[in-house]
């Protein structure tokens, strides 16, 4: 079955780096997309970005931009997200999920089992 | 402040009917396919309804999906507790994908 299963919690400083992975597994990793979407605690789901398994190409939420790289290695169907300059209002759980796109997205499916990312001093 | 807007919440009763609005412009649900999300207290989303009006594999008929213009809405019939959950409808926005700001259903 389809299958997408992230690395673990991670307690960061502000300003230090995270990289959050996605292995993907039950389908052809390069035939679809995969897309970051983050939660704050208490609050709704924020879209940070796509990239294509395919082709690499990557396409993030204005207000990350500079702060945040999407990557894949396809020889191992692994998603990569890494976010730099963290600050507490990046506290969050994070998803990876599936991209179905044709030239756009058009949906979302399925889900990560989510990963916990806290920032704090 | 969500691109997407709906209710904050709803709520109805076991065995009835309740009906989710997402209200958008002509720049996301006007010219895109609309998604719908179930979120269980606890758990990652999981998607309801695609393409505005289509059930994945496993998805009850209970839960159906419409669009007209720049409108979407989620309906649930034959409500359960189990339904309990937090509804987001999300689509494609010129620049990037977006959420609404999500529904909390309660059944009473």
């Known amino acids: 079955q389809v299958q997408l299963v992230q690395s673990g919690a991670e307690v960061k400083k502000p300003g230090a780096s995270v990289k959050v992975?996605?292995?993907?597994?039950?389908?052809?990793?390069?035939?679809?997309?995969?897309?970051?979407?983050?939660?704050?605690?208490?609050?709704?789901?924020?879209?940070?970005?796509?990239i294509s398994a395919y082709n690499g190409n990557t396409n993030y939420a204005q207000k990350l931009q500079g702060r945040v790289t999407m990557?894949?290695?396809?020889?191992?169907?692994?998603?990569?997200?890494?976010?730099r300059s963290l600050r507490s209002d990046d506290t969050a759980v994070y998803y990876c999920a599936r991209v179905w796109y044709?030239?756009?997205?058009?949906?979302?499916?399925?889900?990560?089992?989510?990963t916990l990312v806290t920032v704090s001093s | 402040q969500s691109v997407l807007t709906q209710p904050p919440s709803v709520s109805a009763a076991p065995g009835?009917?309740?009906?989710?609005?997402?209200?958008?412009?002509?720049?996301?649900?006007g010219n895109n396919y609309v998604s719908w999300y179930q979120q269980l207290p606890g758990t990652a989303p999981?998607?309801?309804?695609?393409?505005?009006?289509?059930?994945?594999?496993?998805?009850?008929d209970r839960f159906s999906g419409s669009k007209s213009g720049t409108s979407a809405t989620l309906g649930?019939?034959?409500?359960?507790?189990g339904d309990e959950a937090d509804y987001y409808c999300g689509t494609w926005d010129s620049s990037g994908w977006v959420?609404?700001?999500?529904?909390?259903l309660t059944v009473l």
């Open chain 2, 16 to 29: 009835q009917k309740v009906t989710i609005s997402c209200s958008g412009s002509s720049s996301n649900i």
């Open chain 2, 99 to 104: 959420f609404g700001g999500g529904t909390k």
């Open chain 1, 71 to 83: 990557t894949t290695d396809t020889s191992t169907s692994t998603a990569y997200m890494e976010l």
């Open chain 1, 102 to 114: 044709s030239i756009l997205p058009k949906r979302i499916d399925p889900w990560g089992q989510g």
């Open chain 1, 21 to 50: 992975s996605c292995k993907a597994s039950g389908y052809t990793f390069t035939s679809y997309g995969i897309s970051w979407v983050r939660q704050a605690p208490g609050q709704g789901l924020e879209w940070m970005g796509w």
């Open chain 2, 46 to 60: 999981k998607l309801l309804i695609y393409e505005n009006n289509k059930r994945p594999s496993g998805i009850p």
């Open chain 2, 76 to 81: 649930i019939t034959g409500l359960q507790t």
